[in-house]
């Protein structure tokens, strides 16, 4: 299947310092992914959806500025949390998809924020 | 907008034994995508099993096979001769076909435990 990977694959900052996560898919052009937040025992939960070239959507309840998402191209999508606070921490989870075919998903990253 | 339940938190079965988990979903939509997915400790989701709503047939991959019941709204997953690797999280996914909502609508989740 295809790869997506994505880095780092842990991170610790501080509060109110912002922390950019990169989402990669390998081996295709990703022409929409996903980022996902799982909190521990917990599902994943939609935060965005972002396709290449134009704005993410972002779910209800979910901070577009705080949680900033760029599709710059079809291989690569980042989010960064701005301002980051504890309450942030949580394991961030990124899916690549080409049309309506399956989502590929990185590897998570685990986000700390002292 | 969709739903997916998954009643049961937790499950276990012996090694070498069959385990069904559950799965009901809602929508109002006549054409989607089922997905089971498993979760492993290293937090990785893989892809186990997709069931194309329009096919009456029940997928299956392996030791993976569903039972899907589109009146009833329900997509179990059935593993046979279970293995120690089985031993995950397995969420089940609903994914519209209506264009700009492909987003994956997961389940609560269920702890799957294998007894050697």
């Known amino acids: 299947g295809a790869v997506v990977s994505q880095h780092p694959s842990r991170v610790i900052c501080k509060s109110g310092t912002s922390v950019k996560i990169e989402c990669r898919s390998l081996d295709f052009q990703a022409t929409t992914m996903f980022w996902y937040r799982q909190f521990p025992k917990q599902s994943l939960m939609l935060m965005a959806t972002?396709?290449?070239?134009?704005?993410?959507?972002?779910e209800q309840g979910v901070e577009k500025d705080k949680f900033l998402i760029n599709h710059a191209s079809l291989t690569l999508s980042t989010l960064t949390v701005t301002s980051a606070h504890p309450e942030d921490s949580s394991f961030y989870i990124c899916s690549a998809g080409v049309g309506f075919n399956e989502q590929f998903f990185g590897p998570g990253t685990r986000l700390t924020v002292l | 907008a969709q739903t997916v339940t998954q009643s049961q938190p937790e499950m276990s079965v012996q090694e070498a034994e069959t385990v069904t988990l559950s799965c009901t979903y809602d929508?109002?939509?006549?054409?989607?995508?089922l997905f089971w997915y498993k979760q492993p400790p290293s937090r990785q989701m893989i892809l186990v099993i997709r069931?194309?709503?329009?096919?009456?047939q029940n997928a299956t991959e392996n030791r993976f096979s569903v039972n899907f019941q589109k009146a009833a709204k329900s997509f179990s997953l059935k593993i046979s001769d279970s293995q120690l690797g089985d031993a995950a999280m397995y969420f089940c996914?609903?994914?519209?076909?209506?264009?700009?909502?492909?987003?994956?609508?997961f389940g609560q989740g269920t702890r799957l435990t294998i007894n050697p």
């Open positions: 929508t109002s939509e006549s054409d989607y995508y």
């Open positions: 972002s396709n290449e070239g134009s704005k993410a959507t972002y």
């Open positions: 996914a609903y994914r519209s076909l209506i264009q700009g909502a492909q987003k994956l609508v």
């Open positions: 069931q194309e709503a329009y096919k009456q």
